[in-house]
Nanobody
Framework: QVQLVESGGGLVQPGGSLRLSCAVS????????IGWFRQAPGKEREGLSC????????YYVDSARGRFTISRDNAKNTVYLQMNSLKPEDTAVYYC???????????????WGQGTQVTVSS
């Protein structure tokens, strides 16, 4: 059974950092790409980044490039999203999902996690 479980969210002050984790079971990261997405209240879901299955190549949308870093640990079958210089507008529920098209783009998605809340506020 495929399962993705996000963790690492919480309350952080502006300018702070968080590292989100996406623990995957049911398939291995060397066969499937994983992407990070977020959805803020009242807004559409936004794709942020992905990491490819074969060589770990990465893709970032403009709003994530430079502040966010995606990585993976194949031994732990876990994907991470390091987020630095956080802003109040980064407040959202963050999700990971299996995604096609990576690293050229964030394409069709399949399995999703339940999400983890990130709140950036003083």
């Amino acid at each position: 059974q495929v399962q993705l479980v996000e963790s690492g969210g919480g309350l952080v002050q502006p300018g702070g950092s968080l590292r989100l984790s996406c623990a995957v079971s049911g398939f291995t990261l060397d066969h499937y790409a994983i992407g990070w997405f977020r959805q803020a209240p009242g807004k559409e879901r936004e794709g942020l980044s992905c990491i490819s299955s074969n060589d770990g190549s990465t893709y970032y949308v403009d709003s994530a490039r430079g502040r966010f870093t995606i990585s993976r640990d194949n031994a732990k079958n876990t994907v991470y999203l390091q987020m630095n210089s956080l802003k109040p507008e980064d407040t959202a529920v963050y999700y990971c999902a299996e995604v096609l098209g990576c690293p050229n783009s964030l394409g069709k998605t399949f399995y999703w996690g339940q999400g983890t809340q990130v709140t950036v506020s003083s």
